[in-house]
């Protein structure tokens, strides 16, 4: 098969790679939308150990069962594989599993390419009206799902709704489409990069800000940096709620003291439950979440482009969806 692969840093190359072996209650699927994620970014730029080199990348992915009785069944892929046996696991908290795998992390090889295996477990299936390109949305929009289902959890009763969420990227876009899904209808997206401000505005219909900057209940930091980690601290209302879902960098920003003195529930958000992702999958399928018409589709083979213009800050729109067979 032909797969995108890391080869080094700021090095992917479209390429023959072994076609992958069907494993004991597994499918095999032929990969016809794949996301780039901000993770495979930070790999890209050899910023994540979990990622080396050589591995085939990419982890938002839908496609078609090839063989077996399955055959021909449209489904998109929850990555995220887990024991079902732990603590976490029996409590349906499959994220938090001590064994959990990814694909596109070693030791799995992700969906950069043209075909794939995964548990019957893990696919949702795709109704015959909803593009695979849509459905390849399911991943990163479950991230944000998450998040913003645990901020909305922890929020006092007593308080307004109103949300900031600081990065206009897919997981900030997606963040703000799950809290407005949820009932919070006040949602503002902080994002620096005009280009995609302007995208956010006339094409996703968001209410958008240079950069964060008010007082707001529900505060999503889906970029992870000290600097958003900072601008989250001073825009959360006294008695709000802080989710963190950016993985930007590890250490400073939170002001504790102002958090601490005005309660601040700050809460750390990773990937999503089994329930996480089909809920996002429905949401997607019942247009809960809108038109989803904010991504951009280039080749597999493109693939290195497109990473290169994503970190240029050339691309308006907040997610690329990769074609291995264009």
Known sequence: MKALVYDGVETLNFRDMPDPVIGTGEHLIKVEAVGICGSDMHAFLGHDA????????????????????MDGRRVTVNPLVTCMTCDACKAGRVNLCPNREIISMMPREGAFAQFITMPDSNLVTVPDDI????????????????AARLA???????????????????????????????????????????TRRAYLNKTCGQK?????????????????YA??????????????VIAHVGLGEDDGGLDVRRM??????????????????RDTAQAIFDGRLGALDWTETRGLNEGQGAFEDLRAGKVAAPKIILDPWN
């Open 50 to 69: 979990r990622r080396p080199a050589p591995l085939i990348l990419g982890h938002e992915a839908a496609g078609v069962i090839v063989g077996g009785e």
């Open 131 to 146: 593009p695979l390109s849509k459905a390849a949305l399911a991943e990163p929009l479950a991230v944000s799902w998450h």
């Open 152 to 194: 909305l959890e922890a929020l006092h009763p007593s308080m307004a709704k109103r949300a900031l969420v600081i990065g206009g990227g897919a997981i900030g876009l997606a963040a703000a489409l799950a809290l407005k899904a949820m009932g919070a209808n006040d949602v503002t997206i902080a994002e620096p990069n005009e």
């Open 208 to 224: 958008t800000l240079a950069q964060a900057d008010g007082q707001f209940e529900i505060v999503i930091d889906a970029v992870g």
């Open 227 to 240: 600097a958003t980690r900072a601008a989250a601290s001073a825009c959360a209302m006294p008695g709000g």
């Open 260 to 277: 601490t003195l005005q309660e601040i529930t700050f809460i750390g958000t990773y990937t999503y439950t089994s329930q996480d992702f």
